[in-house]
């Protein structure tokens, strides 16, 4: 089955330790991408990556890492989580880079980690 | 920066009748996308626009592309039940067109 998966799926962790959230998609997608979503404020792009070892800042980056070693997995990586990065985050990912028109544009999210950081 | 603008943050309406979400950039956009989510869900992609003017229907759903490529519109004629849920924008610019810029959602509630 084609997926986007993400674990883990709720974490609550305290300030200051360090954490990775794994996202892993099974349909040889080019283009991946972390989100936040928060009240209010829809979703926020964080990271984005168009092809592996190509990773580059969406909208609001601070406080985050990203690597694309693997085509397959785009970890997140919150090397000294606050209490302001407590979200729900996305992975999402679609075959090429979104924006060329055609049905491979398409982005699968992931199901969602809902984060509490103490 | 660029930033996605759209209306109304909630609407709450009869079943059956319609409703209508919008979005304003602040920039020209190459592209618009509408995603659905339904409560305790992950959005879920619903369509692309990317021609000016551009008007695209999925059965009970249009969605509009502005003539000047800056606006964007989805119409739900005669709202079912299951049409509950938030419904997102997200464009992207030419000057930075990797980057996803989403509006910040329609949460749509219907009464029975």
């Known amino acids: 089955e084609a997926q986007v998966t993400q674990n883990p799926r709720y974490l609550i962790t305290v300030t200051g330790k360090k954490l990775t959230v794994t996202c892993s998609q099974n349909?040889?997608?080019?283009?991946m991408s972390w989100y936040r979503q928060d009240p209010g404020l829809g979703l926020r792009q964080i990271y984005y990556?168009?092809?592996?070892?190509?990773?580059d800042k969406g909208d609001v980056p601070e406080g985050y890492k990203v690597s694309r070693k693997e085509k397959r997995n785009f970890p997140l990586i919150l090397e000294s989580p606050s209490p302001n990065q407590t979200s729900l985050y996305f992975c999402?990912?679609?075959?090429?880079?979104?924006?060329?028109?055609?049905?491979?544009?398409?982005?699968?999210f992931g199901p969602g980690t809902r984060l509490t950081v103490l | 920066g660029q930033q996605v603008m759209q209306i109304p943050q909630y609407q709450h309406v009869q079943e059956g009748e319609d409703f209508t979400t919008y979005c304003n950039s602040s920039?020209?956009?190459?592209?618009i996308q509408w995603y659905k989510q339904r409560p305790g869900g992950h959005p879920v992609f619903l369509i692309q626009l990317v021609k000016s003017g551009e008007v695209k229907k999925q059965k009970r759903l249009t969605f509009q592309f502005g003539e000047a490529k800056k606006n964007s519109s989805l119409h739900i004629t005669a709202t079912q039940t299951t049409d509950v849920g938030t419904y997102f924008c997200a464009g992207q610019g030419y000057s930075s067109a990797s980057k996803i810029i989403f509006g910040s959602g329609t949460r749509l509630s219907i009464r029975p």
């Open positions: 349909m040889n997608h080019e283009y």
């Open positions: 999402a990912s679609s075959f090429r880079t979104p924006g060329q028109g055609g049905s491979t544009d398409t982005q699968y």
């Open positions: 990556s168009m092809n592996v070892e190509v990773t």
């Open positions: 920039t020209t956009l190459s592209n």
